[in-house]
């Protein structure tokens, strides 16, 4: 087992399977040393633990965990092109979308969920550049949706 | 006339002339082996066909439709930097972004309407990734706003 | 001082000190020829000069300022990571979020504020590819936030 694969056993978490896109494209797609994974939402076992706006329906704290399940997923569409999570030179770019009340302003700490989880997992690697916006709502109603840029070796 | 142009015509469709920026900015820049296009909004002959949030005043078939519009136009855009669509690698990511009323949740057949027509002009190169949300509201009152990156031979 | 910054003087303003994240990541990351920078609120000595959505307790007019301060605050955080901004071979993409009542459809002239100032500080190699959209609500309630990624030399 790959090294990036033991740490997020050793964090009590488990690489899923990657989440079958809903659409007509691909969970990821590798093009010279980067590869771009589709937007992830926080599917568990093929089916979300909560939906609604966060600030309404969803707290902050259950959409910061969800942050976290997404960029696991994130993690698996990566390996579904690259076959080994080892060869992540770095996490380049997090793109994370809220599905916010319009009064909730609290996106930076729910898309910490997926910036601290890729930080702990990744060590140096895993630490980007981000972009974390309010939208007014989600495909499937999810509560969170987080697109990653991963910098591989050859 | 290139091969792509063909397939675009053998699917009863016209690449259309390229959107002219609504500001200061190019509707696509090369950079490397890649072109980053401009959102494109899903104008024909200089106008928007529909008008309003998905869910609302636009219906979701009709934005799915309107999403492949965006998509032609994204590519007129490409070709406005390659000069020649058969340049194009693949697609490697499409980000979608639907004006939606606050409880449309059907982001994902929207954009379907730009990947499934990417997917039918270009083949397997048209495969991506792809990020789709749904926002308060876009330029113009716009349904729909698409970009693409694409990867281009030398 | 680098020719870009002379022209950012030359034009009145002053290249900020770098912004710190609200959160667990890096103002900018520097992958290959390329920098992304995190999405850049419109701070000014650590604070917002205004808050909430454009067309409603913010006008089209501030907004398009504030962009302008966005797209300082990107720069401030290319060169946190280049040294040197005359390393920049161009601007490749910008993408605009503008937190925007139901009914405000101006943001391609919001989001010029971002790109007029990039073409007025670096002239050609300011004009670059862009989406700007409409979102439901910022971090820390902001009326805009501006992601750039710029082609550097080696």
């Known amino acids: 087992m790959s090294r990036v694969e033991d740490k997020i056993e050793s964090l009590g978490l488990k690489l899923p399977d990657v989440v079958p896109p809903l659409a007509a494209y691909q969970p990821a797609v590798r093009s010279g040393n980067y590869v771009f994974t589709s937007g992830q939402l926080p599917m568990v076992d093929g089916a979300l633990p909560a939906t609604g706006k966060v600030g309404a329906e969803v707290g902050a704290e259950q959409a910061k965990e969800l942050a976290g399940v997404c960029a696991l997923n994130a993690l698996a569409a ?77």
Chains 1, 2, 3 share one sequence.
């Open 78 to 154: 990566v390996k579904s092109v690259t076959g080994d999570l080892d060869k992540i030179v770095r996490v380049v770019k997090v793109v994370g979308f809220v599905a916010s009340a319009p009064d909730f302003t609290g996106q930076p700490g729910v898309i910490n969920g997926a910036s601290e989880l890729l930080g702990e997992i990744l060590g140096d690697k895993g630490v980007h550049a981000r972009s974390a916006v309010g939208v007014a709502v989600l495909p499937v109603d999810a509560p969170v949706e987080v697109e990653i840029q991963v910098e591989i070796a050859d």
